[in-house]
């Protein structure tokens, strides 16, 4: 069965650093694109960005680059988004999920990691 | 970024009652469009692609028609499973963007 299974919920003051994750299975994860989603209540659902396993090219929204950064262990079939000074404004559920392409639909969705940041 | 808006942002209906939800967006996309399904406390659920194009496992009453700037999702007879909020989704541009949602509850 092809899913992704995601790190369990994080609560964080301001200003402090967190990583979570997105492990892969069931697929071959080096061929596929990963990316990653958050939703809020006040904005919805707002498309950060994606990697690419197989040589870890990355494509950010203007409204997350340099806000976040996403990463990738090719050797434990993770991806990873990390925070270096979390905000009260980054407060939201995170959603991996796998496009069928870089620019493409998301087939495949982990369950979500709920960041609390206060 | 494009934008995407979708009407109504709630609607409520009868099991078997045909439902249709617009999605309109502020450029043309082709048909690199999908519909999402997202139940409370669950990830979304890709139902439609490519404007039209049923994901497997998804029942025959969804489907998505359209091109360009407006596109519409439409279950044919509304299930008591169905009651879930839709999201509209372009992937014709960076960044992708996604509609505010559609709350479809059952009367």
């Known amino acids: 069965e092809v899913q992704l299974v995601q790190s369990g919920a994080e609560v964080k003051k301001p200003g402090e650093s967190l990583r979570i994750s997105c492990k892969g299975s069931?697929?071959?994860?080096?061929?596929?694109?990963i990316g990653w989603v958050r939703q809020t209540p006040e904005k919805g659902l707002e498309w950060m960005g994606i990697?690419?396993?197989?040589?870890?090219?990355?494509r950010y929204s203007p409204s997350f680059q340099g806000q976040v950064t996403m990463s990738i262990d090719k050797s434990i079939r993770t991806a990873y988004l990390q925070w270096s000074s979390l905000k009260a404004s980054d407060t939201a559920i995170y959603y991996c999920?796998?496009?069928?392409?870089?620019?493409?639909?998301?087939?495949?969705w982990g369950q979500g990691t709920m960041v609390t940041v206060s | 970024d494009i934008q995407m808006t979708q009407s109504p942002s709630t609607l409520s209906a009868s099991v078997g009652d045909r439902v249709t939800i617009t999605c309109r967006a502020s450029q043309s996309l082709s048909s690199r469009l999908a519909w999402y399904q997202q139940k409370p406390g669950q990830a979304p659920k890709l139902l439609i692609f490519k404007a039209s194009n049923l994901e497997g496992g998804v029942p025959s009453r969804f489907s998505g028609r359209g091109s360009g700037t407006e596109f519409t999702l439409t279950i044919s007879s509304l299930q008591p499973d169905d009651s879930a909020t839709y999201y509209c989704?372009?992937?014709?541009?960076?960044?992708?963007?996604f509609g505010q949602g559609t709350k479809v509850e059952i009367k």
């Open positions: 999920g796998r496009p069928i392409g870089d620019l493409d639909a998301f087939e495949i």
């Open positions: 989704q372009q992937y014709n541009f960076y960044p992708p963007t």
């Open positions: 069931g697929y071959s994860f080096s061929s596929y694109w």
């Open positions: 990697i690419y396993p197989g040589d870890s090219d990355t």
